[in-house]
């Protein structure tokens, strides 16, 4: 959720692809002294479990609607503007095509009523396609907030022990039964949405699937209970001193002074105070957030986590005392020793994972900027691409650098096929779509935006780190920044109306909007590729080669007796790579291509030379990239390897 200014590429003046194999555990001999000198040691015993994940980014309120009688209503949305007309949106409608209900709004598509739609989005959407996301791969899921809240996004929390009842079965009946509780757990009940969330966690944890959800600790809403009466009752309430009040009413004037502290500004995002000693939240909300931890990583108090969340994202983590999460931390562990913690940290997380006591972060530092700069704006060059991912990695132990979660793109961005489509060397983190700029290509993705995406996607499987799908990249979808990088999901049964709508009102050619076969398939294999790879999961890596000018890089994962060879051409020509100064001698076979047949790949290529001499180097076509294996006896035939 955070938006953050550019950051830089540290790391770019000494290339360690003139340096010994590194390896980012810091353990390979010769590694750069710099780099060992580095490494951050983990302050907390990582759990195995996240090393071996391929994760999935689900945004509830559009990833699946199944039950259609649940759906919000005109009393759900907070925003008075919402006339009476207002009903759920199409699933299958053209995103940028406004329901009558959005034009008595107003003309503006972005001011004008996008925000206020809804979907249908649920839990039983969710638990009806656990079989979809278990099919493509997918060991991990990580829900955007699932907790009651007015928006869509629900990043602004009305209570944090319950469920949206929106999400649930009954909204209505989960609203009466709700009514009335205070931060005591002693007045707290089940809602319908309670159950069928423990409901979703049996489900996953049947498939062997686990469930991550998001923490946002940091502020609430403002029809959060506690702010609701802080706000009516000011200095009376019990909760005065959860919030931070920025300027008392001045009884001898008409207006209303009374203001608070919200989220970088945003009043509708009220913060929590701090404790006097500012290493720690104020001890109501501290002792709030602790006992809605308990509730939902051990529902029904047995001491057995089975039957509970498996760890935690965070939300704005650096935002929160490093006191309180250390607290934190040792309830979360005290429940379940093997749930994960992940930081939301867009810059450089080491300090601040050791000090709070994370596991893991979002990976954008070590993984979603450096690929961002060098494969959409090209402001990286393939060495420095490297370089940088090789250097971060270093920088952590081990088991972190492997449970760190490597995304391309998320609901805080455009899409990655939509950044392919608006390269413009600006932030990873930016306001890049139609509602910000009157240039912004909202069309569907090309060929060669395709392309680049698959070479992302494989990265993400194979350097340091779990790999993360924004729900729907593997479907085909598309979209700039907020909101447009939340359209409902695509789904293979659903017929799509074609998007032909343009925000800004300009002319545009109509596009088809189905579910991408193809697509999906690929990004399947690459997720089976990887869980049948050990080495792609915990394998040390070894940076090979890059060429600047043809954009083409090479790397290793080493792990015992296997490596496997990573060879990426993001140019625009076929390319050759030699994997050492006199090139490969041993035949790599080709096991996985981002495009068209591996097998037409050649295992190895040489050159002979006048003088009797010969070089060796692979091949690889323009925007492709190919997985080899080191080549086995029984890969050799007796006319060679490519008989």
Known sequence: MTRRPRLSNEGRGRSLLRQPPVVWA????????????????????????????????????????????????????DDTRAPATWEPSRWNADWYARAAWERDVGPDFYADGV?????????????????????????????????????????????????????????????????G?????????????????????????????????????????????????????????????????????????????????????????????????????????????????RRWMDPDGDGDPADGIDGWRLDVAEEVPAGFWRDWHTLVRSFNPEALTVAEIWSDPRAFMDSAGFHSSINYHGFAIPL?????????????????????????????????????????????????????????????????????????PDERARDLQRIAFLLQATLPGAPMVYYGDEAGMWGGDDPDDRKPMLWSNIRYDDEATDPRGHERAPDAVSFDRGLHDYYRDVLSLRRRHAALRRGTLRTIAADDAARTLAFARDLGDETLVVLVNAGEADASLALSPAGATVPLVPILATRGDAGAIPSLVATFHDDGTATYHNTVPARTAVVFRRARAEDVRPGGLEE
């Open 372 to 444: 961002h700069d060098f494969l959409v704006d090209g402001t990286m060059r393939a060495t420095a691409f490297l370089d940088s991912v090789a250097v971060r990695a270093a920088r952590h132990a081990p088991a972190r650098a492997a449970a760190m979660l490597n995304l391309a793109d998320s609901h805080d961005t455009d899409r990655l096929p939509s950044m392919l489509m608006n390269p413009d060397g600006a932030n990873y983190d930016r306001d890049n779509s139609a509602r910000h700029s009157g240039t912004y290509r909202v069309g569907a």
């Open 115 to 179: 925000f206020m739609r809804r979907y249908g989005g649920d839990l039983q959407g969710l638990i009806d396609r656990l079989g979809y996301l278990h099919s493509l791969g997918i060991t991990a899921l990580y829900l955007n907030p699932v907790f009651h809240a007015p928006s869509l996004h629900k990043y602004d929390a009305a209570s944090m022990h319950h469920i949206d009842p929106y999400f649930g079965p009954a909204p209505a009946r989960d609203l009466a039964l709700m009514a």
């Open 26 to 77: 810091c353990l390979a001999a010769g590694a750069a002294a710099a780099l060992c000198a580095s490494w951050s040691a983990p302050t907390v015993a990582q759990p195995a479990w996240p090393a071996d994940a391929a994760w999935y980014q689900v945004f509830p309120e559009r990833f699946a609607n199944g039950d259609a009688a649940n759906d919000p209503t005109r009393e759900s949305i």
């Open 181 to 293: 509780e205070t931060d005591d757990p002693a007045t707290w009940s089940w809602t319908s949405a309670d159950s069928l969330f423990l409901e979703l966690i049996s489900a996953a944890h049947e498939r062997r699937m686990r469930v991550v959800i998001d923490g946002v600790f940091n502020h609430t809403g403002t029809r959060f209970f506690a702010f609701e009466d802080f706000r009516r009752r000011r200095r009376d309430s019990p909760y005065s001193d959860w919030y931070i009040t920025t300027r008392e009413d001045d009884p001898a004037t008409p207006a209303d002074e009374f203001d608070w502290q919200g989220w970088w500004d945003h009043r509708g995002l009220p913060v929590f105070a701090d404790a006097p000693s500012g290493d720690d939240l104020a001890p109501g909300p501290k002792a709030y957030v602790l006992a809605i931890t």
